[in-house]
């Protein structure tokens, strides 16, 4: 949903590149920009950089995922708000897109608050476990309480509130 599917993976990372930054009337990448965003892309081990060219739209649930990942991150912004951004992908490629959004914030030491409904996920990232039902606080894991946290310890210890079955799905 964070691209243009009828724009290429270059205009797509261009668009993304100019956000909030003075613009010209001028179109299109330049040689520099364009050996950046193959840099970047390389890193992510997808085969994007050799399909700068092709428009997203023929690009999976994955790639597409990954590349909406990078265009948000392009700028670094203060807060990077991930919500079920690995809801819609299949087990493999979920791993795959939470080890590149590590990498991601860690390399710039960005600050993400990630809304999941995967525990597992929420569990083994960040350094903070907050759990809502209702709109309202129910659990607050931190620090070296978190390290060893599991699901079972969560669910246990969610206790009654607990009614929305896909917290334990994965």
Same mark, same amino acid.
């Given at each position: 949903?964070?691209?243009?599917?009828?724009?290429?993976?270059?205009?797509?990372?261009?668009?993304?590149d100019?956000?909030?930054?003075?613009? #010209?009337?001028?179109?299109?990448v330049?040689?520099?920009?364009?050996?950046?965003?193959?840099?970047l892309?390389?890193?992510?081990?997808?085969?994007?950089e050799d399909r700068?060219?092709q428009?997203?739209?023929?690009?999976?649930? +994955?790639?597409r995922q990954?590349?909406?990942?990078?265009m $948000?991150?392009?700028?670094?912004?203060k807060?990077?708000?991930l919500?079920?951004h #690995?809801?819609?992908?299949?087990? /493999?490629?979920?791993?795959?897109?939470?080890?590149?959004?590590?990498?991601?914030?860690?390399?710039n030491?960005?600050? $993400?608050?990630?809304? #999941?409904?995967?525990?597992?996920?929420?569990?083994?990232?960040?350094?903070r476990?907050?759990?809502l039902?209702? +709109?309202?606080?129910q659990?607050?894991i931190?620090?070296?309480? /978190?390290?060893?946290?599991?699901?079972?310890e969560?669910?246990?210890?969610? +206790?009654?509130t607990?009614?929305?079955?896909?917290?334990l799905?994965?």
């Amino acid at each position: 949903m964070g691209t243009a599917a009828s724009m290429t993976i270059e205009e797509n990372l261009g668009m993304a590149d100019l956000r909030g930054k003075a613009r #010209t009337l001028r179109w299109g990448v330049s040689r520099t920009r364009r050996k950046h965003y193959i840099r970047l892309l390389q890193q992510m081990e997808l085969g994007l950089e050799d399909r700068l060219k092709q428009t997203v739209n023929l690009l999976s649930g +994955g790639q597409r995922q990954s590349l909406t990942l990078l265009m $948000a991150t392009l700028s670094l912004p203060k807060l990077l708000l991930l919500d079920e951004h #690995t809801a819609a992908l299949d087990p /493999k490629t979920a791993i795959r897109v939470m080890t590149l959004t590590a990498e991601i914030i860690h390399q710039n030491q960005l600050t $993400a608050i990630m809304v #999941t409904h995967n525990m597992e996920q929420a569990i083994k990232y960040g350094n903070r476990l907050i759990m809502l039902h209702g +709109g309202k606080v129910q659990l607050d894991i931190r620090g070296t309480e /978190k390290e060893c946290f599991t699901v079972e310890e969560a669910v246990k210890r969610f +206790g009654s509130t607990l009614k929305d079955e896909t917290l334990l799905s994965c």
